[in-house]
Structures are given as structure tokens and as C-alpha cells.
């Protein structure tokens, strides 16, 4: 492998708290050794199309407490195909860049092995995604972030639950992961959670009916993942089987990504910068950074995006006998 000297840096697929945190953390890291750092912007797009600018310490001062990503964020159809990522490599070998480090989730480290492994291209990736669905790291930048912003929401629509009598189905995000609505379930003190790993046999609203409604409880907060239909098919099922009860549904959506990052996305994210820089170093090539009990590891990112990130059975367990 030839010495880097030239490192680019892009952000890509779904904004998270923590990108910021994370493109300056890589930024001061690479340009304390000596290299030239390019950030590129709007993802693998701008990558193809060179939307590129060198960066300086003064370009990513005073951004570690900014929500969103400096750099923007595109999706990219071209990417997707050979002849997309055979421009990216143009690019990359236009603007002397001798690796890449991408910041984003499961999409876009697939995009980045891909890149690695058909244009031969040295690719670190930095796992930010509020999914905190990528196995080999137990966190997530991001992750932290979009779980209190969660917590805090669910806070406020208890009152009202409360007030009215009310079961609340809130839909959070977390695509085919259920971390961050089990996880906000038991912070929160929600009765239960309807998420997609739960692969019991039994029908999880029927069970939730049984467990935690009752005569001294009329009012509930069920936290469901966007998953097979959401928070609206739940809801019209009660409405259709328990007609008894008084149902209303709240969709947080893309409230969830937005907002300043959490002291832990921001020190996680810092971390996982300086340990990018540090990879490349000892000549590391085509990993992700994860953290594992707190230690950085070096993952490699056809695993990290190809093996499933387990949830728990234990924080299952934890809310289902909280709930009473």
C-alpha cells in the first residue's frame, strides 16, 4: 500500500447526529499528520460530479455541536451501478485522494466495499446511523442522539395519554432494527414495544392487550418500529378488535434525526475520527471503526454490512416485566 498523504471525506445516505463531530474529529486528525484532507460534498453524487473542496482546520471549527452534516447528503442512483462507482474512482484519482473515509450507515459502507473492491480504492467507514444497526460496534453515531430525542417526545405525549385515556401508538424509526424503539420503551417506562426482532410465535398487540391493559390502567404508551406497517396498522387493528379503547397514533419520523448531537455521539464520534486516522496509519484498508465494550476495533466492513447486529433477548425481557 502507498503512503497516504491525501484523504477525502464524505458523509452519505441518512443524516444523524454526530456526522459534524465526526467529518471535524477526521479533518484535525489527518491534517495533525501532515495530509491534505478533501471534503466532498451531497455523498457518492457529489463524488462523481468532483463537488470537492480542500479543507482546512477553520473549515470544521465550531461545527462538533451542529446536527446534520456539514457536507450534505445525497442518494445516488448512478453510485449503484459499476460505470457510477468507475467515475467515483475517477474522481478519486483526479484529485490525488489516497483514501476514502465514508461517514454513514449500512447503505453506504455496502457502496464503499463495492468502490474498494471492483476500483481497488482504500475505504475507511464510520458507522453513524440512528438504526445503531451494524454489527460490530455497540453503538452507533447518532444512535444516542435520535434515542433522546425519542425519549423526550414520548415524555410529552404521555401527559395527554394520560389525560385522555388514552393508548398512544408512537412510530419511531430504525428501518429493520428495533434498538431504538425497545431501548426507548424501557426509558421512557412505555408498556411495551412492538418491534421486528421479536420472533416469537406469539401475536405481539394480543399479548400486549392481555399484559398491560387493565382495569387500573387505561392509558399506554406503545412504542412500535416503522416496520411491516408501523404505528397505523397497530392502531387500526385495536380499533377493529378491541373497539373498547380509545386509540391515537404519532409518527415522529424525521424529527428523530435532527437536533444537536448528544455528549456521547459527540465523544464516540471524536473517537471514532482519530481512530479512522490511526487505521490508515497501519495500513489498514477497507474496515469499519467500531466500539465493543468500549475499544475501538478495526471491522472489516464486509462483515460489519453483511452480518446481522443482535438485539438482546434480555432488554425484552426487562420491559415486559417493568410494564405491569
Not at 207 to 236: F, L, P, Q, T
Request: net charge negative; charged share 25%.
Amino acid at each position: 500500500m502507498s503512503e497516504i498523504r491525501t484523504i477525502g471525506i464524505l458523509t452519505s445516505g441518512g443524516d444523524a447526529p454526530g456526522m459534524n463531530a465526526a467529518v471535524r474529529a477526521v479533518t484535525k486528525s489527518a491534517i495533525s499528520e501532515g495530509w491534505k484532507v478533501f471534503g466532498i460534498y451531497r455523498g457518492w453524487e457529489g463524488l462523481i460530479h468532483g463537488e470537492i473542496k480542500e479543507f482546512s482546520t477553520e473549515d470544521v471549527s465550531n461545527i462538533i455541536q451542529r446536527g446534520g452534516t456539514i457536507l450534505k447528503t445525497a442518494r445516488s442512483d448512478e453510485f449503484r451501478t459499476p460505470e457510477g462507482r468507475a467515475k467515483a474512482a475517477d474522481t478519486i484519482r483526479k484529485f490525488g485522494i489516497d483514501a476514502l473515509v465514508v461517514i454513514g450507515g449500512n447503505g453506504s459502507l455496502s457502496g464503499a466495499q463495492e468502490l474498494a473492491k471492483e476500483q481497488d480504492v482504500t475505504v475507511i467507514g464510520l458507522p453513524a446511523t440512528i438504526d445503531n444497526d451494524l454489527y460490530g460496534t455497540d453503538f452507533t453515531i447518532g444512535y444516542d442522539s435520535a434515542l433522546n430525542t425519542i425519549v423526550e417526545c414520548v415524555d410529552k405525549i404521555r401527559d395527554t395519554a394520560t389525560s385522555h385515556d388514552r393508548i398512544f401508538f408512537v412510530e419511531v424509526m430504525g428501518r429493520d432494527a428495533g434498538f431504538l424503539a425497545q431501548n426507548s420503551a424501557i426509558a421512557a417506562g412505555a408498556e411495551a414495544a412492538i418491534i421486528p426482532e421479536d420472533e416469537t410465535k406469539i401475536d405481539q398487540l394480543a399479548a400486549y392487550i392481555g399484559r398491560g391493559i387493565r382495569k387500573s390502567k387505561n392509558s399506554s404508551i406503545v412504542i412500535v418500529s416503522e416496520k411491516d406497517g408501523g404505528a397505523m396498522h397497530y392502531a387500526e387493528r385495536v380499533r377493529k378488535e378491541y373497539p373498547q379503547y380509545d386509540v391515537r397514533v404519532s409518527i415522529l419520523g424525521h424529527l428523530q434525526r435532527g437536533g444537536k448531537p448528544s455528549a456521547s455521539d459527540r465523544i464516540l464520534a471524536s473517537r471514532m475520527g482519530v481512530a479512522a486516522i490511526e487505521a490508515l496509519k497501519e495500513g489498514q484498508r477497507n474496515v469499519m471503526i467500531g466500539i465493543i465494550q468500549d475499544v475501538m476495533l478495526n471491522i472489516p466492513i464486509s462483515k460489519a454490512v453483511k452480518m446481522d447486529k443482535p438485539l438482546e433477548r434480555e432488554f425484552i425481557n426487562v420491559l415486559n416485566t417493568l410494564s405491569i
